[in-house]
């Protein structure tokens, strides 16, 4: 699919969709829970479809109706085995369902797409090795095949590795006969995202103490608090905040919660650091000024806001991002040749970007590699370039937000799908 963006700023409001991020913990929750649950979320986006897909796989019965899934939960004891569990390319979906099958004693067969079979999951599967579990990885099938029965135990995880592992494991070890310890060590990067899983961990009764670097997880049972809403997600709010502070009369995202635990709230900390009018969840034009980003703990932000510093004169630095180039594609590569083919000026570092920035980008062609955040990435940089910015393999935003290009029109944008 190829979507063509004519130039010109993007005044207006949008609606939030609803978080990917707290969809997936909610559904995985309810879906372990003791009676059904009614999750509202207007979103079904690919990966949040993935994870409804491998949940019913392990029996749990859930359907999209007016507005909410409909979670009737697994029963342990009519589990299908062996099962196959599609994770398409979600990575949290993978990360996430891997201990919380070994947890439940079930075999089963992943299947990844695209670059999520060459995403690391170590060192989570030595863990799972370490306590129970077989696990055969094959990156060239995009398969893992995962059997046996998880033990509980010390369990011990690098906080700089991925957050996702944390929070598979916050999952998988209630579910266990025995009370366990999970140990992180060193720094906990990405510390929002464990936040989001332990407040999910919260709404079904689950409240594991915290000890230092480690939780003592006890034997417990997932309740289920009925209804539940998906907040909206501050990552697929970040194109429109940007493209609000790069013109026109700004952007309003409606439906955005301020005190979220999202990480990625973050973004209007920093366009206001980079000198745009930002009041709530508006973001309008300011004298823009370039800054450092640390990306550690906003990974998914780097590319939406290296194309707004890719329009302010100077330099911006972006450290602290080596993970990106794990993503679904290097995004740290995908970010500079994206830009630069657009008219910019940015250079890759081993876990970073240096921005040069210009008062204009050019416009161009770009290809975003299969990765919807280098979509967002291009149709921000639409704002300031001269001319049309093309953009082949757009299909990739599905990924996370099916109806962006509608949004996008809905903020004054000439858009063109063909």
Known sequence: MTVTIQPGSASGIVQAIGSKSVA?????????????????CENQSQDIAATVRCLQSLGA???HEGGAYRVVPIHRERIPQPCTLNCGESGSTLRFLVPVVCALGVTATFQMAGRLAQRPMEPLATQLREHGCTITHDPV???MVVSGQLKSGTFTIPGNVSSQFITGLLFA??????ESSLVVEG?????????????ALQTFGITPPQSGGAWTISPAVFRSPGTLRVEGDWSNAAPWLCMGVLGGEGVTVEGMDP????????VCDILARMGGQVRGTTARPGTLTPTTIDARNIPDLVPVLSAVAAAIPGQTQVTGAARLRLKESDRLTTTAQTLNALGGDVEETQEGLIIRGRARLAGGTVDAQGDH???????????????PVTITGAEAIRKSYPTFWDDLRGLGKEVVEG
């Open 24 to 40: 997936h913990r909610q559904l995985i929750c309810a879906a372990l829970a003791d009676k059904p649950t009614h999750v509202f």
């Open 61 to 63: 019965s859930i359907w």
């Open 141 to 143: 099938a995009g398969q």
């Open 173 to 178: 070890l209630p579910l266990l006969g025995g």
């Open 187 to 199: 720094e906990l990067e990405s510390r929002a995202y464990v936040d989001l899983t332990l407040s």
């Open 259 to 266: 005190n979220s635990l999202q990480g990625d709230k973050a």
């Open 373 to 387: 955040r280098i979509v967002m990435l291009a149709a921000v940089a639409s704002v300031v370039c001269a001319g």
